[in-house]
T-cell receptor
Framework: GAVVSQHPSWVICKSGTSVKIECRSLDFQATTMFWYRQFPKKSLMLMATSNEGSKATYEQGVEKDKFLINHASLTLSTLTVTSAHPEDSSFYIC????????????FGPGTRLTVT | GENVEQHPSTLSVQEGDSAVIKCTYSDSASNYFPWYKQELGKGPQLIIDIRSNVGEKKDQRIAVTLNKTAKHFSLHITETQPEDSAVYFCAVIDDSNYQLIWGAGTKLIIKP
């Protein structure tokens, strides 16, 4: 149980285009999902907390207009990187929190974004 | 706010030997301590966790110990195997917002 998927697993896009990444909780409903970014050989950096039916809460320094988050259902959250630039290239990981478990998070497999 | 330190950054052990990774934290009110394993190009996978009401938890070759007084917890892997090679992260829950505060990670290398 507690499986989280991400799609796509990797994507290459050109500068100036937008890319959407999907995060799904497959066998549980998640009122809260998290989006992380990870640079090579570094720990995970929280970008935003996504709550179903409400606006996402962004961490300091993360541009809301650049990283659009939508959590329209209890099993799906999306991250859209708008007007992507090479510096947005990174490994993006989502996680989902099962209902009633304030502490636990289950992670997706990650999405490798390369902006050329 | 909560601060988590993890050591060592790299650990190389002979196959079959034990590996120990240690983390310290700053907020004495923290009560949930997970360990994640991340293989190259994949997301983190929860391998074991411990809550503050116990001092040790074991799952086959993996164990976690918690010393609340000293504010540190450790991951122990016994009889290491090649598939244990990965980056391991400790984390602590920030009680104010239930976000994970991550250690810097330990790259574990199992030598054949």
């Amino acid at each position: 149980g507690a499986v989280v998927s991400q799609h796509p697993s990797w994507v290459i896009c050109k500068s100036g285009t937008s890319v959407k990444i999907e995060c799904r909780s497959l066998d549980f409903q998640a009122t809260t999902m998290f989006w992380y970014r990870q640079f090579p050989k570094k720990s995970l950096m929280l970008m935003a907390t996504s709550n179903e039916g409400s606006k996402a809460t962004y961490e300091q320094g993360v541009e809301k207009d650049k990283f659009l988050i939508n959590h329209a259902s209890l099993t799906l959250s999306t991250l859209t990187v708008t007007s992507a630039h090479p510096e947005d290239s990174s490994f993006y990981i989502c996680s989902a929190r099962p209902p009633g478990l304030a502490n636990e998070q289950y992670f997706g497999p990650g999405t490798r974004l390369t902006v050329t | 706010g909560e601060n988590v330190e993890q050591h060592p950054s790299t650990l190389s052990v002979q196959e079959g030997d034990s590996a120990v990774i240690k983390c310290t934290y700053s907020d004495s009110a923290s009560n949930y301590f997970p360990w994640y394993k991340q293989e190259l190009g994949k997301g983190p996978q929860l391998i074991i966790d411990i809550r503050s009401n116990v001092g040790e938890k074991k799952d086959q070759r993996i164990a976690v110990t918690l010393n609340k007084t000293a504010k540190h917890f450790s991951l122990h892997i016994t009889e290491t195997q090649p598939e244990d090679s990965a980056v391991y992260f400790c984390a602590v829950i920030d009680d104010s917002n239930y976000q994970l505060i991550w250690g810097a990670g330990t790259k574990l290398i199992i030598k054949p």
